[in-house]
Nanobody, 126 residues
């Protein structure tokens, strides 16, 4: 499994970005996908997750109502739409994949994911 994250950048507070996570070498709808982030000096934290078919999602409280995770299995790509960005959203963002047997499974801990992409940097600053 190879995961390629992209879409990071620098934006002002209140701005938007859309991150993409493209998976290769797999049948995408066999995998639950998660987005995590790690800010300088902090531990990696769960941001959002989506089940392998896309019917179930989960978000950490700090991004609820601002971020939306979605997936297009035909393109083997998962998206993270980030709106109303805040300086505290500044971090390196990583996508991760885990083989999931249940269609509704959403995984929220890093230890549950076996495959990771490289990070894409998001900076929110005025």
């Amino acid at each position: 499994v190879q995961l390629q994250a992209s879409g990071g950048g620098s934006v002002q507070p209140g701005g938007s970005l859309r991150l993409s996570c493209a998976a290769t070498g797999v049948t995408a709808d066999n995998y639950a996908i998660g987005w995590f982030r790690q800010a300088p000096g902090k531990e990696r934290e769960f941001v959002a997750g989506i089940s392998r078919i896309g019917g179930s999602t989960s978000y950490t409280d700090s991004v609820k109502g601002r971020f939306t995770i979605s997936r297009d299995n035909a393109k083997a790509t998962v998206y993270l739409q980030m709106n109303s960005l805040k300086p505290e959203d500044t971090a390196d963002y990583y996508c991760a994949a885990a083989l999931a047997f249940r269609a509704t499974t959403v995984l929220e801990t890093a230890q549950e994911y076996g495959f990771w992409g490289q990070g894409t940097q998001v900076t929110v600053s005025s």
